[in-house]
Antibody, heavy 114, light 108 residues
Framework: EVQLVESGGGFIQPGGSLRLSCAASGFSVSSNYMSWVRQGPGKGLEGVSFIYSGGGTYYADSVKGRFTISRDNSKNTLYLQMNSLRVEDTAVYYC????????WGQGTLVTVSS | EIVLTQSPGTLSLSPGERATLSCRASQSISSSYLAWYQQKPGQAPRVLIYGASNRATGIPDRFSGSGSGTDFALTISRLEPEDFAVYYCQQYGNSPYTFGQGTKLEIK
């Protein structure tokens, strides 16, 4: 059974840093497209960052230069390092597989506030 | 980047009725790489349709997807009470993969 479990969210002041983790089971993170998608309060879905099986990455303009996506093949885990956090980064962050696979984690809440 | 526009923003229908949700792309989506998701409050999105018309595992056959190029639709043939939710389309034919803004399906 495929499972994605996010962790690492929490309350942080503007300018702070957090690292989100997405532990995968039932498939290999290293050989699959993986993404981080966020949803602000009362808002729609926004693709934040993707990593392709070959290692190529993408970042939304809103997070470019501040967020870094990575993976640890030995731990079968996806990460999102978030630096210089802003109030507008407040959201539930989901990790997800390729749309044709359609697996999502339960999400982890990040709240950026002073 | 491909922009997806969903319509209507809100759709008010009664159980048993037919629902048709639209997703229009700013440019043609290659190979009909379009997915539809359902999201209920407090839950992660759930994939319903991928490849424009393929139902995901476990999705009831009252859900169907259609379309190609720039115009796609999700049809729910007879609404059940559990179908009232927010629906999103996502294209994955061109990088970056992008989402529509969502259609809220509410009980009339």
């Amino acid at each position: 059974e495929v499972q994605l479990v996010e962790s690492g969210g929490g309350f942080i002041q503007p300018g702070g840093s957090l690292r989100l983790s997405c532990a995968a089971s039932g498939f290999s993170v290293s050989s699959n497209y993986m993404s981080w998608v966020r949803q602000g309060p009362g808002k729609g879905l926004e693709g934040v960052s993707f990593i392709y099986s070959g290692g190529g990455t993408y970042y939304a303009d809103s997070v470019k230069g501040r967020f870094t996506i990575s993976r640890d093949n030995s731990k079968n885990t996806l990460y999102l390092q978030m630096n210089s956090l802003r109030v507008e980064d407040t959201a539930v962050y989901y990790c997800a597989t390729h749309p044709a696979r359609g697996e999502w984690g339960q999400g982890t809440l990040v709240t950026v506030s002073s | 980047e491909i922009v997806l526009t969903q319509s209507p923003g809100t759709l008010s229908l009664s159980p048993g009725e037919r629902a048709t949700l639209s997703c229009r792309a700013s440019q043609s989506i290659s190979s009909s790489y379009l997915a539809w998701y359902q999201q209920k409050p407090g839950q992660a999105p759930r994939v319903l349709i991928y490849g424009a018309s393929n139902r995901a595992t476990g999705i009831p056959d009252r859900f169907s997807g259609s379309g190609s190029g720039t115009d796609f639709a999700l049809t729910i043939s007879r609404l059940e009470p559990e179908d009232f939710a927010v629906y999103y389309c996502q294209q994955y034919g061109n990088s970056p993969y992008t989402f529509g803004q969502g259609t809220k399906l509410e009980i009339k």
